[in-house]
């Protein structure tokens, strides 16, 4: 353009062409306003270039400012997970104290009582079926049949467990209406009925009542056989909770024996006396409804289902005999925060779950592997048993008070293993000597007329069968089914678990009598089928809680049952721990990516979210600083 206007400028001066002058500066003009408009795009295209250079020089700073962040993150959630094994250590270092063994006695009458009655129909057999021979005939006036008097037997045996199923379902229920103390109180007002009906049952001569009785006593201890194992499983130190979970069993053991050396004949195994024998059941109740007032109500029911700390902490302050608790007060806080999506959680929700659904199929699972095992048929039948082996009644019964006593040692010698060695590896052994001496009891069926001697090894095999049971499924199940969950879905959870084992329970109870007709000499084939089958879901399936707060057992669920989540489940629990310890002192925009650390607990997986606004609603309750350094202060960065 310059070009041209100086070319324009030349034929003016020189005059080669009669151009008119007013023509030529019109062409000039309107070149030179061309050439101004050139000048001004350029400025503005080199404006606009400054423009995106301060923008991408602002994006930069940002980036740089989110890595610093991220660092800074990092930093602090090592000093987390670092305060949080520091914190769990402690929890390791609390010991049993005289008032936790108080209150842990005052509970477990509760599942004395269900051994008690377990136990107590077994060897008065005979003369509740004379009794109820009596009964009929002067009723009708004729003589009732074996297998009728039979049957009737069998309903008095297995009505007990269809009141144990009714209460074991409305555990859940009475423990977050009631409390975990209240509602034990209040079922003792059930034992002390059942216990009078039973033993009222000769003197009314009707064995109607003798069922009523049953019934009443069987919802008793169904709802004791939720509510205990819950109770102490929330009171018990995390280093103990294995070995006063084994109490609960050692209780059942205890009055499983009681009961069969009160049954034999030289005491209350007669005509006059088997009323008696029924009716002491009262005892527990009366025993508990003294001792537990003075126990404290469950902390983790009073500080997450009731939000009354101080109370918690006046609980906890009693059972630890110190009053140094924050360590457990953080501890349930952090159980809190796990389960904050699952608080007050339905049967329903339970079930349709997907993250609880794996530990409740592991919960059902291990309750039948207890009932489906066996036991109950050695409990409910072993005289019967015995007297079947080739022994003398007398000697029956008293091989079967061997077996009770067997059971209350190996539970004593199981307490200290519980911990030391875990639960799931605890269960494999006893799942597997128990499906070993299954088959000698079979064996010993088969060839006890060809052989004098297979008698003693029938029983030698029933006492080892008796052994495997107390070292592993016979405590196992009620201590891990309370730990499996946390505090929301805990009584949900317990309520199915222990309908189901009451349930189980029942079958065996009434199928057991017409399995051994059918069966015969094989009637414990099908259990040793179910015992090989139980053992291989343990191993596949169930996961070691020894020793891991209820946190932690709630991250084995989240990232899937298997050994990398095992290994990752500390640093989840220090995850949760980093998102509420930093709730309230970073921006609402970091907040919120904090909580994307629950689905991948690992540093390097932070993912910060745009546009992240605070949500409205109640203030969070005041936690203690976790670490006892500052929290990590953050720059709005915007992003």
Known sequence: MSMNLSAKLDELQRGDRQLETTVALCEI??????????????QSEVSEVKRDMVAIKHELDTVQQVKEEIE???????????????????????????????????????????????????????NIENFMKDVYKDRYGEDISDDSVKKLYSVAVSIFAIGGMLGGFSGGIIANRFGRKGGLLLNNVLGIVGACLMGCT??????????????????????NTSLVPMYISEIAPLNLRGGLGTVNQLAVTVGLLVSQVLG??????????????????????????????????????????????EEARK??????????????????????????AESRISMTELICSPTLRAPLVIGVVMQLSQQLSGINAVFYYSTNLFTSS???????????????????????????????????TLHLYGLGGMFIFSIFITISF?????????????????LSFVVFFAVGPGSIPWMITAELFSQGPRPAAMSIAVLVNWMANFLVGIGFPSMKT??????????????????????????????????????????????????????????????????GHIPPAESAALMVAEEKPHPDSFVFAAGSERSSGAPAQPERPPPPLPPPRFPNSGV
């Open 518 to 583: 059918s069966l015969e000499n094989y009637t414990f084939l099908p259990f040793s089928a179910f015992l090989a089958i139980f053992w291989i879901f343990t191993y596949k399936k169930v996961p070691e809680t020894k020793n891991k707060t209820f946190e932690e057992i709630l991250a084995l669920f989240r990232h899937g049952n298997d050994r990398s989540s095992l290994r990752d489940s500390r640093l989840y629990g220090s995850m949760l721990n980093c998102v509420n310890a930093l709730e």
């Open 72 to 126: 800074e993150l990092r930093e602090y959630v090592d000093r987390l997970e670092e305060h949080s094994h520091r914190r769990k250590l402690r929890l390791l270092e609390q010991g049993l104290t005289l008032f936790l063994s108080y209150a842990i006695l005052a509970a477990v009458l509760g599942m004395l009582q269900f051994g008690y009655n377990t136990g107590v129909i077994n060897a008065p057999e005979v």
């Open 29 to 42: 003009r309107t070149q030179l306003q061309e050439l101004t408009k050139s000048v001004e795009s350029c």
């Open 202 to 223: 000769k003197i009314a001569h009707s064995y109607e009542m003798l069922f009523f009785g049953r019934f009443i006593i069987g919802v008793n201890c169904g709802l």
């Open 264 to 309: 034999i004949e030289q005491i209350l195994g007669t005509n006059e006396g088997w009323p008696v024998l029924l009716g002491l059941a009262i005892c527990p109740a009366i025993l508990q409804l003294l001792l537990l007032p003075v126990c404290p109500e469950s902390p983790r029911y009073l500080l997450i289902t009731k939000q009354w700390e």
């Open 390 to 424: 080739g022994l003398t009644e007398e000697s029956a019964k008293f091989a079967t008070i061997g077996i009770g006593a067997i059971m209350v040692l190996m539970t004593l010698g199981s307490i200290p293993l519980m911990d030391r060695t875990g639960r799931r």
């Open 315 to 340: 609980a906890l302050r009693r059972l630890r005999a110190s009053n140094q608790v924050e360590e457990d007060i953080e501890e349930m806080r952090a159980e809190e925060r796990a389960q904050q």
């Open 446 to 462: 088969l060839i006890k007329e060809m052989i004098d001697w297979m008698s003693y090894l029938s029983v030698v095999s029933t």
